[in-house]
């Protein structure tokens, strides 16, 4: 007999607390080799923990949503060796799996991998594949049995408004898979009395992981940075033509072109007249720092959130370049395949909406970042010229700025300047 313990991994960069944002099991579980016994959390890297032995759990230690230190103690199993000896609790290290990695991750760890847009470690040996479990008849578990599930598994049940414990699994130690929950959906039907039915439920969910620290960063930008924000609307009559057109006539392997590249590169020829708004401002030190290169951020909606993906040296791609590395990171951060480094590192940021862009927005700044450019949805709206109305595609840019280091003046020229290459779109073919 031994007690094996379990601590919370060191996960790198200095990080010396991590968050447990979901427990798989319970005190007095047994638990086999390879079953998933939690997940926990640091900055946007997401760690799922596997028992190394089999044995009966004895302790678990913080709640979910709680902030654990590295090398604290967080689960402790009763487990019998063949000498009576116990032993030392591996190490777990996030690391972005290779391709040849992932090949020999089991179907459902590699899924995980994909969905969680962070680094994830491999679990189990390779096992053969499954078919999924039909649709069982309604009945749930043996009381105190609790379903075993991937984070993003069980995103997708609460989503749907399924309850695991009606699902069985056909994973190691019955751990409920994607394919499953396939089959449970497409196998359940309910009568539905009445178009109009009164809903008096009320849910409480806790804000952990992911949407935790973008909820962290938003609060701690918005406290810190006085925002100014300026709109101005732009004639994209113009470059719409020219985009349309462009894209009739691309060449074998250029990209198809969106608004963004050709916004992008209105930034990097306005931050050549304005520099300082690529920048970064280290309010704790009083220090600006300016930096030549235009690292644009781009806001990436994904399922587990939005996160900003990094197109690096704006100022040394065309069109094309921009738009083929956009469409690189963008594709990444949503298959979950985009590395910490892609998402870091930007010095002033895209933000769009795309179609459901609206009529105005007020962005919020990526701290330390001093500018942010948001970018409304392009509508046919009048406008009066030469003595007429004509029928225009007009689009907002709706801009933040930091009030301590921009100045009202400064804000209104730099997004003129962007409005100006646009409603000229030519000029974004010259050089600087």
């Known amino acids: 007999m031994g007690i094996h313990t379990i601590k ?59 902030m654990t230190a590295v090398g604290a103690t967080i689960i402790t199993i009763n487990v019998e060796n063949g000498d009576g000896s116990v032993e030392e609790a591996p190490s777990l290290q996030p690391a972005k799996a290779s391709e040849t990695d992932q090949e020999k991750m089991p179907p459902e760890t590699r899924q995980d991998v994909a969905e969680n847009v962070k680094p994830s470690v491999p679990m189990s040996p390779p096992v053969e594949a499954r078919t999924p479990m039909a649709a069982p008849s309604g009945a749930p578990r043996p009381e105190g049995e609790r379903p075993i599930a991937a984070p993003s598994v069980r995103k997708r049940a609460r989503d749907a408004g399924i309850e695991l414990v009606y699902v069985r699994g056909s994973g190691p130690a019955g751990r409920i898979l994607h394919e499953d929950l396939d089959a449970y959906i497409a196998g359940k039907s309910e009568p539905v009395s009445s178009a109009f039915q009164p809903n008096n439920t009320i849910t409480e969910t806790k804000v952990i992981g992911l949407r935790r620290k973008i909820a962290e960063r938003m609060q701690d930008a918005k406290a810190r940075i006085p925002h100014i ?55 704790d030190a009083g220090i600006l720092r300016q930096f030549g290169a235009a690292h644009i951020g781009m806001a990436v909606q994904t399922a587990n959130g939005l ?74 709206r009048p406008v009066y010229q030469d003595g007429a109305f004509v029928p225009r595609k007009m689009m907002n840019l709706s801009s933040s700025f930091d009030h301590r280091i921009v100045d ?25």
């Open 8 to 66: 919370m991994p060191d996960v790198g960069e200095g990080i010396t607390e991590a968050e447990i944002v979901e427990w798989n099991v319970s005190v007095g579980d047994l638990v086999r080799e390879d079953q998933l016994l939690a997940a926990v959390m640091t900055d946007k890297a997401t760690v799922e923990i596997p028992s190394p032995v089999e044995g009966k759990i004895l302790t678990i230690d913080g709640e979910v949503g709680a």
């Open 229 to 283: 924000t300026y709109v101005d609307e732009v004639d994209m009559t113009e470059l719409e033509d020219l985009r349309q057109h462009l894209n009739i006539q691309r060449q074998e392997g250029q990209p198809k072109l969106t608004l963004l590249p050709f916004i992008m590169r209105a930034m990097v020829k306005a931050l050549k007249a304005y520099p300082k708004l690529s920048a970064h401002f280290e309010d």
């Open 408 to 432: 009202g003046w400064d804000a209104a020229e730099f997004i003129q300047h962007i409005r100006g290459s646009l409603e000229t779109p030519a000029t974004l073919f010259m050089e600087p």
């Open 307 to 380: 996160v900003v993906a990094v197109v690096r040296n704006a100022e040394a791609r065309d069109i094309w370049n921009i738009a083929s590395e956009a469409q690189r990171l963008a594709d990444a951060a949503r298959d979950g395949t985009i590395t910490r480094e892609e998402l870091t590192g930007s010095t002033i940021t895209l933000s769009s909406l795309g179609s459901m862009g609206g009529i105005v927005s007020t962005p919020v700044i990526n701290s330390p970042e001093v500018a942010v450019v948001g970018v409304n949805k392009i509508a046919m």
